[in-house]
């Protein structure tokens, strides 16, 4: 079996996400060295929240992670001890290297599947004490819907980690020119044609995707049906990004 999982690293590769797995050795990431410290510095915020959140109870706790890519945050729930961690992605191929990282560190309380977030649909067991939805906001086409469905999976806690853009508010007209609504943030269109035609595994399922302002997030939530949410401040060395406020981690509770 020893011999089988190293050739399997070898043979699963590009890996997008560095894991250790111990005598199977070391996945290494395809990403510039100046770029990954960001899953450093995303598990480190997520962890903070989990753990100042749930305390005693995490063994009790059912976690999904939503685009969980290679399984890297679900590996880390499931290591703390979770009682049960289920991986949803889009693509078969990151389900596949999520599944062989848990084989490799025999995790039995990690389950991954194939699944699109527009088509998500809680099971007859139930929404999950705690969500993750990170790094994949920015790389939907229906937001409002995806956040929409990550709530109605949530029964307690949603961490979201995503890229925002600069603040925009102002005063829309609204059927006159003395009519007028207020609004609060904002969602940039983004064309990842490039990107996605290129096969380029780190975009959504769609080209065209948007991106929220923080205040934008802030609505999106509270009318997807969480009650509040907060903005947690990044820890110090954190990721570039995440310390100029242009990603952030929110937690989002039911």
């Known amino acids: 079996m020893a011999e089988d999982l190293h050739q399997q690293v070898t043979a699963l590769n590009p890996w997008f ?23 450093q510095t995303r598990l480190d915020m997520v962890n903070q929240i989990v753990d100042g959140y749930f305390g005693d109870r995490l063994r009790d706790i059912r976690c999904v992670d939503v685009g969980c890519h ?29 599944r062989f990282v848990a084989r490799a560190l ?21 929404p999950y004490e705690l ?32 890229q925002v853009i600069d603040e925009v508010t102002g005063f829309a007209e609204w059927g006159a020119q003395n009519w007028t609504h207020p609004y609060q943030g904002v969602l940039a269109l983004i064309d990842e044609s490039a990107e996605f035609n290129a096969d380029n595994t780190e975009t959504g ?22 009650r509040r949410s907060e903005i947690i401040s990044p820890p110090p060395g954190a990721y570039e990004q995440h310390a100029r406020g242009k990603r952030v981690v929110c937690a989002a509770y039911k």
């Open 17 to 39: 996400y560095e894991f250790d797995l111990g005598p199977y050795g070391r996945t290494e990431s395809a990403l510039p060295p100046e770029v990954r410290p960001i899953h």
């Open 70 to 98: 290679e399984g890297y945050y679900s590996v880390a729930m499931a290591r703390k001890g979770l009682r049960h961690v289920r991986g949803l992605d889009v693509r078969e191929a990151s389900v596949a290297k999520a």
């Open 106 to 126: 025999d995790l039995k309380n990690t389950e991954f599947d194939q699944q699109n977030i527009e088509e998500l649909k809680v099971d007859h067991s139930g």
């Open 131 to 162: 969500c993750l939805f990170l790094g994949l906001l920015y790389h939907v086409e229906n937001p409002m819907l995806c956040l929409r469905n990550i709530a109605a999976a949530t029964k307690e806690l949603c961490v979201i980690e995503t």
């Open 205 to 226: 399922s769609v080209p065209l995707v948007s991106c929220p302002s923080p205040l934008a997030l802030h609505s999106m939530l509270k009318y997807a049906g969480f």
